[in-house]
């Protein structure tokens, strides 16, 4: 089976609450492990995707036949030879497998091609005819939702608003500020990629790197027009995901190449066609207006949001949901008027980002309470105290946080970790602002301290059916050596759930030897997306069902054998005892009579929809996160050097330390590139950087030290008492880093990124508060103040 | 796709002549990524890799000549006593992985306006030791390098050497990029000084179609530096940076803006000297 090797892991392992190391670790670390772009058959065929090189354009016509004449090519495709269904989308079908009369984005597929040869796939793709008419793009949100609709579903994708207590009240000090935040990439190592296999039944074996395989499953049976169960899915190894893989990009193309041609087909997109092939962060442009009373109390907040959604919605219903729901930061506001839109325009399309909605709204919120901080002269982090949530608040949609809700505690932790002593690199010079290019000297450079607090819900919320399943099978060899077999469609995207579903096995059934399964379609349900932070909780909560289901049969068989009623026996480290007569059977005697096979289905708590006021429970679950980031700036070229960051994160319990561990560092340099260089470049929604030379992803001298002090409140509802962990170290690292830029300069900086020219050509201090007044000492190891 | 491996000059020579249009391989490191971008379609290659000619450097007491091969690690391990400018501008570009790849040669025949060793080289007044079948000869850098990513270089010529005068007082090379490490530089300055002629060095790369010197900027600091206390005043040492910045020539695009560029050549300018004359001093 192609990519196989690789993917079906054997482990033994130790329970819950040990930093048990990854089984995949060693072989990525080594390049052993096999990933989508390796996946390999004998005499397969190549694909490749002919894309838009206009933004917005009629297409009047498309001519595959100077592709099908150049030797080699075995297929070429467009609109016209999807047999199904003709457009995709994860939440509407609005997008189009192929364009047929409109390009609505830079980039878009027109046509795809299979040849015996990538390089002669290349050129044939090239090779096909279009006649485009241009059409003037709308690229900016604002003008979007006045224009005329650039699709039949019209240009505003969804409105979501919230009015919360008494719209009319008004605080004794109010601060007001827009702010905006730019378009930021995945960026994950491992481009799109995968092989599809044409199967004798006439449906198709797909090998792919994604986050959710049932729900590709049913867009790709959709537009092949086939039945669900003639699409197998498998999970190929998977280089990075955050959000990027939600959507479907080759899935289509490639199974409709496979069927036409009869024969395998892979397809590998280069770093550039990657960053045409997945949707990115949405770009949004914020207004917050904050009142508060003389003691510091909030009073209402103000906001109007606006994401741009680009050419299709993708995710952006949700994502705009979570901004306006999100839109205050953890804090408590009896008063909020929010309306936050999501629109369609011709930018790239914006979908599924780690942080998704809260990153951008954070940006907001924690520049306008150091705002508010400065005007009513108290310090900031007394401020986010003094209105941090508790447990049993309100948030702003009316829904009372039943969960544990450890805001004080976070920000706690944050800022009482201890402050960098020093430059500590091998060559100081490096460590500066400006790095390897020897830019600054020390007296360049000033210093600045930042903090900022954030929240986010966990799995889907609005009233979505977010279940997970899971398979255990449980069987004996002939040495009485016991093994769990576990079947979860559950994308390990390097969130580390194969460590995890080693350590459950252990923790609920005892030391027995666990293979996990490929993730596929057909040996068991859907796990639902690896998004959302969610998978600990309901990937996690299916294979502790599932664990369960497996105990009371073995319960039964043990009472069968030992003659005693089930109630009488208890599970005991694969054993089970009589708790009546003492007598033992090993779950290896039981499993002689067969292996026990059982798949179980965890739902989490059902959750409302939002109302006409955006009233409602909503959302399952919270996690929160505070940082502190200390920032060197060198005022006279504006380059910026993350010194340090130090976070308090509340994980319920770390089920892994060391897993939690590395999501807080790789989440926190996602956080810090945003804040200070990561941005796809539009120009009149052209992309200008689709390249790793040009879009800029932190390296280790740009990565800080990281302190974290994990918060271990169990949530109640919770599997195992674990929160998801993957999300909050992105959403308020990189506007911890902004507040401490602020700090350092004195410039208000309303924009993310951050530029070297928004530091280095501003022409004074433009903060409201007054920079000579050093508050970093508040901020720092001793807050005596709190 | 014909692929020749000479192990001389003169063999390299001979193969770029029996194969006009052979695209010359140093490191590949510009090379390649064109190729896997899609950009050339190269139909032969000659690979200089094993051309010991290409290899190793000499000093005497007025320059120093570098072979056309000599990588970036290779400068940085070798050359930071000697020429500590070009050792800092071969630390500053790309990773680990492109440094023990990319080469002396290849960076001056790329010719791009962002190079980064090409302003020190500018700066030491460099001369191109060129090989090709009608002979050799020896352009000055500021010559070979015509436009951006283009040469006077004739068909079927190699690049066999670099010579740089000997510095005789401190360089110093600044490098400005929106990331701290593996960046393509936005601005660029390699500013040195001479104590004993009592001039001033002053080139500079990102902000014009080649790397340029800043004539009036350096007779301004030759002018107004003390030469006896290795110091000048503030305000000639910003108007210095001033100057540099107003001879740059900077665009805009999607890496930085013109605005920035000039700012940034003066405040690295500025620098550079301050450098230069604290380590004199």
């Given amino acids: 089976m192609p990519g196989s090797s690789g993917m079906t892991t054997r482990t033994r392992t130790t329970g819950l609450g040990k930093s048990e190391l990854r089984p995949d670790g060693i072989p990525k670390v080594r390049g052993e492990f096999a990933f989508s772009s390796d996946l390999w058959m004998d005499a397969m065929l190549w694909g490749h995707t002919l894309r838009s090189p206009h933004v917005s354009a009629r297409i009047r016509s498309v001519d595959l036949r100077p592709a099908l004449a150049i030797p080699g090519v075995r297929a070429a495709i467009a609109a016209s030879d999807v047999p199904g269904r003709p457009t995709f989308g994860l939440e509407v079908a609005d997008q189009p497998v192929f364009a047929s009369d409109v390009v609505r984005y830079h980039g878009e597929p027109i046509a795809a091609v299979a040849a015996d040869h990538p390089e002669t796939a290349r050129l044939a793709a090239r090779a096909v005819l279009v006649e485009y008419e241009l059409v003037e793009p709308v690229v900016d949100a604002e003008v979007a939702l006045r224009s005329d609709p650039l699709h039949p579903d019209g240009n505003l994708f969804r409105h979501v608003r919230i009015r919360h207590g008494d719209p009319g009240i008004v605080g004794d000090v109010v601060v007001e500020g827009t702010y905006e935040v730019g378009m930021q990439d995945q960026a994950f190592l491992g481009p799109e990629s995968g092989l599809a296999v044409p199967g004798e039944d006439g449906g198709v074996d797909l090998y792919i790197a994604t986050q959710w395989l049932h729900v590709d499953r049913d867009q790709i049976a959709a537009s092949l027009g086939l039945p669900a169960s003639l699409v197998r899915l498998h999970l190929a190894g998977v280089g990075g995901a955050f959000g990027g893989r939600e959507d479907v990009s080759l899935q289509i193309h490639l199974c409709l190449l496979a069927l036409r041609c009869g024969r395998p087909v892979k397809m590998v997109y280069s770093r550039e066609e990657s960053f045409f092939g997945h949707v990115h962060r949405h770009p949004a442009k914020m207004w917050y207006r904050h009142h508060a009373d003389y003691a510091g109390n909030l009073v209402k907040v103000e906001a109007r949001l606006v994401l741009d959604g680009g050419a299709y919605l993708s995710s952006s219903n949700a994502v705009v949901s979570n901004a306006a729901c999100f839109a205050p930061g953890p804090y408590r506001v009896a008063n909020a008027t929010i309306d936050a839109y999501a629109v369609r325009t011709n930018n790239p399309p914006c979908g599924a980002m780690r942080g998704f909605g809260s990153v951008q709204v954070c940006y907001g919120h924690e520049a306008q309470m150091d705002k508010l901080a400065a005007a009513l002269h108290v310090d900031p982090v007394d401020l986010r105290l003094r209105n941090a949530l508790r447990r049993y608040d309100r948030m702003i949609t009316g829904q009372v946080l039943t969960g544990v809700v450890p805001v004080r505690e976070v920000i706690e932790a944050a800022v009482g970790l201890p402050m960098p002593s020093g430059r500590c690199l091998e060559d100081p010079a490096l460590s500066l602002p400006g790095g390897a290019g020897l830019s600054a000297d020390v007296s360049d450079v000033s210093r600045g301290v930042g903090v900022a607090v954030s929240f986010k819900n966990i799995a889907y919320s609005e009233g979505f059916d977010d279940y997970a399943s899971a398979r255990v099978r449980l069987e004996s060899d002939d040495s009485a050596n016991v093994t769990a077999t576990v079947f979860i469609a559950t994308a390990e995207v390097g969130q580390g759930f194969v460590t995890l579903a080693g350590q459950i096995i252990a923790e609920e059934l005892g030391p027995f030897g666990v293979v996990l399964a490929q993730a596929n379609t057909s040996d068991v349900g859907s796990a639902g997306s690896s998004s959302a932070s969610r998978q600990t909780w309901m990937s996690g909560g299916a294979l502790m069902l599932a664990c369960a289901a497996v105990r009371h049969i073995l319960s039964e068989r043990a009472a069968s054998e030992l003659d005693e009623p089930a109630a009488a026996v208890a599970y005991d480290t694969g054993e089970l005892r009589s708790t009546v007569s003492g007598r033992r059977v090993t779950a290896a005697e039981l499993l002689i009579s067969g292996p026990i096979d059982v798949e179980e289905v965890y739902h989490h708590r059902p959750t409302m929809a939002l109302d006409a006021d955006g009233q409602g429970d909503a959302h399952l679950s919270l996690m929160f996160a505070a940082h502190r980031a200390v920032v060197d700036v060198d005022r006279g070229l504006g380059l910026v050097k993350v010194v340090q960051v130090s976070t308090g994160q509340d994980v319920g319990r770390a089920l892994n330390p060391l897993a939690v561990t590395g999501q807080i560092e790789g989440g926190i340099a996602q956080g810090i590139g945003l804040a200070v260089m990561e941005e796809i470049i539009l120009d009149e929604g052209r992309v200008r950087n689709a390249s790793f030379t040009d879009y800029l992803i932190p390296t280790s001298l740009d990565m800080p030290d990281v302190l974290a002090t994990l918060i271990e409140q169990p949530e109640p509802e919770a599997p195992f008492g674990a929160k998801g962990v993957g999300e909050p170290p992105t959403i308020s690292s990189g506007p911890a880093v902004l507040a401490a830029i602020r700090a350092a300069t004195g410039l208000e900086l309303t924009r993310a990124p951050v530029r070297p020219e928004h530091i280095a050509l501003s022409d004074g201090i433009h903060t409201v508060s007054d920079p000579s007044e050093d508050r970093s000492s508040m901020l720092a190891g001793d807050n005596a103040g709190l | ?281």
Wanted: charged content about 20%; overall charge neutral; some cysteine.
């Fill in chain 2, 1 to 281: 796709m014909a692929l020749a491996v000479p192990s001389t000059l003169d063999e390299a020579i001979d193969a770029v002549a029996g194969a006009p249009d052979a695209q010359l391989l140093a490191g590949g490191t510009d090379f390649c990524v064109q190729v896997s971008f899609g950009l050339r379609r190269p139909t032969g290659v000659v690979s200089l890799r094993r051309v010991d000619d290409l290899r190793g450097w000499s000093a005497d007491s007025d320059t120093i000549t570098i072979g056309a091969s000599t990588t970036y690690t290779a400068m940085i391990e070798q050359l930071t006593g000697l020429l500590p400018a070009l050792a800092g501008a071969a630390r500053s570009v790309g990773s680990p992985q492109i440094r023990n790849m990319g080469t002396l040669g290849g960076n001056v025949a790329t010719a791009s306006p962002a190079g980064d060793t090409l302003p020190v080289l500018l700066g030491l007044d460099a001369r191109v030791g060129l090989a090709g079948t009608t002979g050799r000869r020896s352009v000055a850098l500021h010559d070979l390098v015509t436009g951006p990513k283009r040469t006077s270089m004739l068909p079927g010529e190699i690049i066999v050497d670099v010579t740089t005068r000997r510095p005789r007082g401190p360089q110093h090379f600044l490098k400005v990029g929106t990331r701290n490490a593996m960046v393509i530089s936005i601005a660029s300055a390699a500013v040195g000084i001479d104590p004993e002629a009592e001039t001033v060095s002053c080139a500079l790369g990102s902000v014009g179609p080649v790397p340029l010197r800043a004539p009036q900027a350096e007779a301004f600091a030759a002018s107004e530096i003390d030469w006896a206390a290795m110091t000048a005043s503030d305000s000639a040492l910003a108007r210095f940076g001033s100057l540099a910045a107003s001879e740059a020539s900077p665009i805009d695009d999607h890496r930085s803006s013109a605005a920035y560029r000039r700012a940034a050549v003066a405040v690295i300018a500025e620098r550079g000297l301050r450098r230069c004359l604290r380590d004199a001093g």
